[in-house]
Nanobody
Framework: VQLQASGGGLVQAGGSLRLSCAASGLIFDDYAIGWFRQAAGRQREFVSNITRLGVAHYADSVQGRFFISKDSARNTVYLQMNNLKPEDTVVYYC?????????WGQGTQVTVSS
């Protein structure tokens, strides 16, 4: 199984980025897929996920600003991040989960300048 995350970068506060995480080697539609983020020295925290049936969930801190979606034809999940804030500056990780299996992407850095 391989997960390839991309789309991070540097953006000014109030700007937008779209993260992508493409999967190979698994049956995409069998997995719940999520995004987590982690700052240096801190625990990884939940950002958003989308279930097998397409139900999305969000952390309170990103509700209304971030939107998760998936494209089964491309085996890819997206995280559209709008109105970015400096506190969103961390490394973002995608996560594919189907009990008991769980896979993580390599992380992509998002930096929001004030």
């Amino acid at each position: 199984v391989q997960l390839q995350a991309s789309g991070g970068g540097l953006v000014q506060a109030g700007g937008s980025l779209r993260l992508s995480c493409a999967a190979s080697g698994l049956i995409f539609d069998d997995y719940a897929i999520g995004w987590f983020r982690q700052a240096a020295g801190r625990q990884r925290e939940f950002v958003s996920n989308i279930t097998r049936l397409g139900v999305a969930h969000y952390a309170d801190s990103v509700q209304g600003r971030f939107f998760i979606s998936k494209d089964s034809a491309r085996n890819t999940v997206y995280l559209q991040m709008n109105n970015l804030k400096p506190e969103d500056t961390v490394v973002y990780y995608c996560n594919y989960k189907r009990w008991p299996d769980e896979y993580w992407g390599q992380g992509t850095q998002v930096t929001v300048s004030s």
